[in-house]
């Protein structure tokens, strides 16, 4: 896992995540109208663009995110198909050149266990890239290719958990290290007992 280079892993090469953190001023009237629909405790108010359009994301004391038109107040979450096969292509830098194919994803998986609902945008290029799009912000939750699934199948077998890939204290890891322990602790009784001692020489009658 150490020869394969962190940035790749992470598909920094395949989109321009720059574009995600632009923050902006909104309508105040706009935010008033906005708190109003949102109808709940709110923790906090972020301020941000999506696709060159400034938008508000409301996140509730309970978690709950919320995404709103920065100009109008209007409600946009969560977005839909085309939502998100535009904000995918807005940030892809990569070869592909076809247009992704969407699918809505409402269950976590191996490969994504981000925020949820999303969307995943399938590139077709070499990497196969699939974006992840949450449904409730807009934001790029995730990024896969193909050297993120060769990362991810070592790291599985790392920490023997072959199904989520995340699970530190599976039975298997557990019987290991418990077995690992043992076997150092022996081979350092051993290596005691087999260690040569130093022999007195007889002392001259």
């Known amino acids: 896992m150490s020869v394969l280079p962190i940035e790749r892993v992470h598909g920094d090469h395949l989109i321009d995540r720059s574009a995600q953190n632009i923050t902006i001023d909104a309508d105040h009237s706009a935010l008033g109208r906005i708190l109003q629909t949102v109808g709940r405790p709110v923790r906090e108010v972020r301020l941000r663009s999506l696709l060159d359009r400034p938008v508000v994301e409301v996140e509730g004391v309970d978690s709950s995110l919320q995404l709103f038109d920065g100009q ?33 994803i409402a269950q976590a998986s191996t490969e994504y266990r981000g925020p949820l609902p999303a969307w995943q945008l399938a590139f077709p290029d070499e990497e196969s890239t699939r974006i992840y799009v949450s449904a409730n912000t807009g934001r790029i939750t995730a990024v896969r290719n193909g050297t993120w699934r060769l990362y991810d199948f070592f790291w599985g077998l790392h920490i023997m958990d072959w199904k989520n890939h995340e699970d530190f204290n599976t039975p298997w890891l557990m019987a290991f290290a418990a077995g690992g322990l043992v076997l150092a602790l022996c081979g350092t009784v051993l290596l005691y007992f087999r260690w040569p001692k130093k022999r007195r020489k007889p002392k001259a009658l």
Request: net charge positive; charged share 15%.
């Open 72 to 104: 109008s107040g209007h409600r946009l979450s969560p977005l839909n198909e085309q939502w998100a096969r535009s904000i995918a292509m807005g940030v892809y830098r990569g070869a592909g050149k076809q247009p992704p194919t969407a699918l809505h």
